[in-house]
């Protein structure tokens, strides 16, 4: 069974940094596009950034570009995501998303996994 299982959320001050890890675990042939989703109190899951297995890179909003910055270890199967000068509006449970590759009966299948999500608090 496929779990991506996130790690490194906590409360931090205005102005300070974190570094969210996401590792899969399991039995699976590949994982392609690996990304962090963020959903604030009252507001829908958002797209934060994407990496591709090569490394291509790309940020959802302008407001998190400059400050977060996504990098994955393929053979660790991992992902991260560096925040800093982070801001009280960064405040959410940070979602880990993986899009993974499982061989069944001969075939190749892609399935969306996402983890159980952890809890990011900035304060003012």
């Known amino acids: 069974q496929v779990q991506l299982v996130e790690s490194g959320g906590g409360l931090v001050q205005a102005g300070g940094s974190l570094r969210l890890s996401c590792a899969a675990s399991g039995s699976f042939f590949n994982i392609n596009t690996m990304a962090w989703y963020r959903q604030a109190p009252g507001k829908q899951r958002e797209l934060v950034a994407s990496?591709?297995?090569?490394?291509?890179?790309?940020y959802a909003d302008s407001s998190v570009k400059g400050r977060f910055t996504i990098s994955r270890d393929n053979a660790k199967n991992a992902v991260y995501l560096q925040m800093t000068s982070l801001e009280p509006e960064d405040t959410a449970v940070y979602y880990c998303?993986?899009?993974?590759?499982?061989?069944?009966?001969?075939?190749?299948?892609?399935?969306?996994?996402w983890g159980s999500g952890t809890q990011v608090t900035v304060s003012s």
């Open positions: 990496i591709t297995s090569g490394g291509g890179t790309k």
């Open positions: 998303h993986a899009e993974i590759v499982v061989r069944s009966q001969g075939q190749l299948f892609t399935y969306s996994y």
